[in-house]
């Protein structure tokens, strides 16, 4: 059984830095192509940063040079590293693990940016 468990959100001022995860329990993690999407209120599902089985990662315009997604393969982790978060960060994180039509999805963790 596939299970995705996400860790690390919590409430945060401007300017500060959270570390998510993802740890992954039922897949091949390597054989998989990565991702964090996020979900503001009121707001559609979009896709912050994806990561590639090799390691190629691609970033949201409006997180480029703030976040940083990673991988271990060995511990079936994958991280998102986000530095001076602001407000417009706040939402529900979800990380996405996908191969062909395979495709999982974990709980979600809550980032909330607040003064």
């Known amino acids: 059984q596939v299970q995705l468990v996400e860790s690390g959100g919590g409430l945060v001022q401007p300017g500060d830095s959270l570390r998510l995860s993802c740890e992954d329990s039922?897949?091949?993690?390597?054989?998989?192509?990565l991702a964090w999407y996020r979900q503001a209120p009121k707001k559609e599902r979009e896709l912050v940063a994806s990561?590639?089985?090799?390691?190629?990662?691609t970033y949201a315009t409006s997180v480029k040079g703030r976040f940083t997604i990673s991988r271990d393969n060995r511990k079936s982790t994958m991280y998102l590293q986000m530095d001076s978060l602001t407000t417009e960060d706040t939402g529900i994180y979800y990380c996405n693990v996908r191969r062909g039509s395979r495709e999982f999805w974990g709980q979600g963790t809550q980032v909330t940016v607040s003064s």
């Open positions: 990561i590639s089985m090799a390691h190629t990662t």
């Open positions: 039922g897949l091949t993690f390597s054989a998989y192509n």
